[in-house]
């Protein structure tokens, strides 16, 4: 079993819906988790990052961190296609081990 | 600021070719990754270098070398290149261990 799992997708909306990308982690000594984007043929760029529980907001985006189920959550408000990306979470560690990543698809 | 900057972007070897992927950062970060992506793996990680000087395997760390020649380079060698190291590549750095990565943007290598 992967340290961080997450569903790859493809997760298909329509333009202005609420997407929520999620990761399972298995390793309860985690604390803090990254959130990256990765569009086609590029690097992960890095998106947010929370240093602790509960919720992170930054502009459309909000990270949810629930450590009594290692569940980790990314909500995007108002999704647009520019959005479609490959999303990836990894937890802030010495060695950050990456969940595969879900692939987002925004139609318009 | 450029980042994280990885040369070359493209690269065809042929099997046994040797090659150094260069990876260099103008952030003043300490730690330094190297992964490697396939489709349906997501990124593993080759080697590491938690500081200047030091240098540590990953999960996947066969048929690879790595240099910290500096705190702002490091590089991964293949010394005899194999099909199954056909990937994307990717550097990373880390203003210390156990903070935030930044990556390149990757060396598509193929080898036939």
């Known amino acids: 079993q992967k340290e961080v799992e997450q569903d790859p997708g493809p997760l298909s909306v329509p333009e202005g819906a609420i997407v929520s990308l999620n990761c399972t982690y298995s390793n309860s000594a985690f604390q803090y988790f990254m959130w990256y984007r990765q569009y086609s043929r590029k690097g992960p760029e890095l998106l947010m990052y929370?240093?602790?529980?509960g919720n992170k907001e930054d502009g459309r985006f909000t990270a949810q961190v629930d450590k009594s189920s290692k569940y980790i959550s990314l909500f995007i408000r108002d999704s647009q296609p520019s959005d479609s990306a490959t999303y990836l979470c990894a937890p802030i560690s010495y060695i950050p081990t990456f969940g595969r990543g879900t692939s987002l698809i925004v139609h318009p | 600021n450029a980042g994280v900057t990885q040369t070359p972007k493209f690269q065809v070897l042929k099997t046994g070719q040797s090659m150094t992927l260069q990876c260099a950062q103008d952030m003043n970060h300490n730690s330094m990754y190297w992964y490697r992506q396939d489709p349906g793996m997501g990124l593993r990680l080759i080697y590491y270098s938690a500081s200047e000087g030091t240098t540590d395997k990953g999960e996947v760390p066969n048929g690879y070398n790595v240099s910290r020649l500096n705190k702002r380079e490091f590089s991964l060698r293949l010394e005899s290149a194999a099909p199954s190291q056909t990937s994307v590549y990717f550097c990373?750095?880390?203003?210390?261990?156990?903070?935030?990565?930044?990556f390149g943007n990757g060396t598509r290598l193929t080898v036939t």
């Open positions: 929370t240093y602790s529980s």
């Open positions: 990373a750095s880390s203003e210390v261990d156990n903070s935030p990565l930044h």
